[in-house]
């Protein structure tokens, strides 16, 4: 069974930072791309960042360029989302999403993933 599990979420004042983290488990990590979304209330699911565990390659919606950093941790087989200067806009819940098809493709489609996790929330006050 295939399990990603958040955590690393809270509230923070704009300008501050997170670092979100997703554990994977009962699954092939190696070698597959790892995401990260958001959705807002109201507003669709939208692409923030991804790497492809397979040889580390990383991927950014333009909001967020300079800001988030994505990493891994393969013998953990954990992936990581560093966000700095957080802006009240970025509030939602962040999900982490494991894909099947080898290396991304743009990394920010739904389409690319087939696993998600429950969601962890971010709230950004200004």
């Known amino acids: 069974q295939v399990q990603l599990v958040e955590s690393g979420g809270g509230s923070v004042q704009a300008g501050g930072s997170l670092r979100l983290s997703c554990a994977a488990s009962g699954y092939t990590y190696s070698s597959n791309c790892m995401g990260w979304f958001r959705q807002a209330p109201g507003k669709e699911r939208e692409g923030v960042a991804a790497i492809y565990t397979g040889g580390g390659s990383t991927y950014y919606a333009d909001s967020v360029k300079g800001r988030f950093t994505t990493s891994q941790d393969n013998a953990k087989k954990t992936v990581y989302l560093q966000m700095n200067s957080l802006e009240h806009g970025e509030t939602a819940m962040y999900y982490c999403?494991?894909?099947?098809?080898?290396?991304?493709?743009?990394?920010?489609?739904?389409?690319?993933?087939?696993?998600w996790g429950q969601g962890d929330q971010v709230t950004v006050s200004s």
């Open positions: 999403a494991a894909g099947m098809l080898g290396p991304c493709v743009s990394g920010l489609d739904l389409y690319e993933y087939k696993f």
